[in-house]
């Protein structure tokens, strides 16, 4: 199985502190936050991860280099503007080949439960989900016996971690381009499942959640 790893965003919400470092690179309990993914990948056995970049590409291109130090294969899906997740993807759908992959918001936090990311043969897509947090208590998605609905209560919120068919973006020209749509209407379809993940999670979005997420780890609530 081959992992994309986003990191092509911007990164507004946090700056100051993304002026001069890119978002993927902040620290979090003592080392950058995309590490955490390459870890766990190297971990799980995935030795082939595609990461998207565009802001500051070259300071994480440095600073992650070719994956040596994780044992992985990194593939770098240069951006000059970012596409946006669906047209990120399709770019770099050369490196992630004809098998479903591992899609994974380089800006969320987790312990890896890869149990729970199983995608049935029939399925475009498998969406993990978690409780709604504080920021996002509206959450996103519906999920009845495993198949995950749009437009029905009550909902939980995507985690920004699946697992996703190459079928799903076919026919879709390269460009900016979201994900959502096509989720959606792979939902209308009834080819969506998904699981839901109890775990500690974070959407490190903003400099108040990378401090509450940095105190947590080194107190060991996480």
């Known amino acids: 199985m081959k992992a994309m790893i986003l990191a092509a965003g911007l990164g507004t ?14 620290p979090v309990a003592g080392k950058p936050l995309i590490v955490w993914h390459l870890e766990a990948l190297a971990d799980r056995g995935i030795t082939d991860v595609v990461i998207n970049v565009s802001h500051r590409r070259e300071t994480l291109i440095q600073a992650l280099g070719q994956g040596e130090a994780w044992g992985l294969n990194i593939h770098w899906s240069v951006e000059e503007q ?17 098998e479903p992959f591992l899609l994974i918001n380089g800006d969320v936090w987790w312990r890896p439960d890869w149990s729970l990311l199983q995608m049935r ?51 879709i020209n390269p460009g900016v381009y979201p994900l959502a749509p096509l989720l959606r209407q792979a939902m209308q379809a009834g080819r969506v499942s998904g699981s ?27």
């Open 82 to 98: 970012p596409l946006e997740t669906a047209g990120g993807v399709i770019q770099a759908l050369p490196w992630l080949g004809t």
């Open 196 to 222: 839901y993940y109890p775990g500690p999670w974070v959407d490190v979005g903003t400099p108040q959640r990378l401090q509450a997420l940095d105190q947590a780890l080194h107190s060991g609530l996480f």
């Open 121 to 171: 043969a029939q399925d475009l897509a498998h969406l993990l989900l978690v409780d709604n947090p504080l920021h996002h208590a509206q959450g996103d998605f519906t999920m009845i016996e495993g198949r995950v609905h749009e437009d029905q209560s009550p909902r939980l919120t995507f985690s920004g971690i699946s697992m996703l068919s190459p079928d799903l973006f076919r026919g």
């Open 13 to 26: 919400r946090m700056r100051p502190l993304t002026d001069h470092t890119p978002k993927p690179l902040l």
